[in-house]
């Protein structure tokens, strides 16, 4: 079955602009959730959203946004881009059934790499 | 906050073992365990949920030491496909931590002939 598909792959931005990145989970997975990847801090949570509600957020600004459509699929959007923005962005889906079923074992898409100069 | 995992990074021969950390100061559900090799996106390896029961899907071994919240992962008779990087992921046994995982800042592994 096909995977969690992330659009763009890779994208060019400059500060103060905005971008919108887009995650389309595994068929079936109800829960998407959004990570930053930076090499000094590793993953970190943006946000997670399960049938378009907004779960829980990470300790990011108020630049970060994210939602949720009624397919599941997802998109995230950053406005008033700063160079520290520079990261892999990381989308996962998850089925979000019970914990003990361990459902809730996340599947990352590829990744979308942002560079803002 | 951010669970803490040790080594930064570790080489190894072919065949050698190796065991990676992750010690959290808040209680857990479950520690999930995910590889990334190099420009690729992180792979489950393993979960293990409290009480024990572990679910997995590669000849990768681990634990869970609830009273000290920290699990290890073991790499037994490491192969040259184990290179990648080791990032626990800890879910908080609260009910508002629904979905939010806090990873390791990673374990850089190299499998050496």
């Known amino acids: 079955k096909a995977g969690v598909t992330q659009t763009p792959r890779y994208l060019i931005k400059t500060r103060g602009q905005q971008v919108t990145l887009s995650c389309s989970p595994i068929?079936?997975?109800?829960?998407v959730s959004w990570y930053q990847q930076t090499p000094g801090q590793g993953l970190q949570f943006l946000f997670e959203y399960f049938s378009e509600t907004q779960r829980n957020k990470g300790n990011f600004p108020g630049r970060f946004s994210g939602r949720q459509f009624s397919n599941s699929r997802s998109e995230m959007n950053v406005s008033t881009l700063e160079l520290g923005d520079s990261a892999l962005y990381l989308c996962?889906?998850?089925?979000?059934?019970?914990?003990?079923?361990?459902?809730?074992?996340?599947?990352f898409g590829a990744g979308s790499r942002l560079t803002v100069l | 906050q951010q669970p803490v995992q040790s080594p930064q990074a570790v080489i190894l021969r072919e065949g050698e073992d190796a065991v990676i950390n992750c010690s959290s100061s808040?209680?857990?559900?479950?520690v999930h365990w995910y590889r990334q090799k190099h420009g690729e996106a992180p792979v489950f390896l393993m979960i293990l949920l409290k009480g024990g029961e572990q679910k997995g899907h590669e000849k990768i071994s681990a634990s869970f030491n609830e009273k000290k919240q920290q699990s290890s992962l073991y790499l037994t008779a490491s192969q040259l496909s184990y290179s990648g990087t080791y990032f626990c992921g800890t879910d908080r046994e609260t009910t508002d931590s629904w979905g939010k995982f806090q990873f390791g800042a990673g374990t850089q592994v190299v499998v050496t002939p």
């Open positions: 068929s079936g997975h109800r829960s």
């Open positions: 808040k209680a857990l559900y479950s």
């Open positions: 996962a889906s998850s089925l979000a059934g019970g914990r003990r079923s361990g459902a809730n074992v996340l599947t």
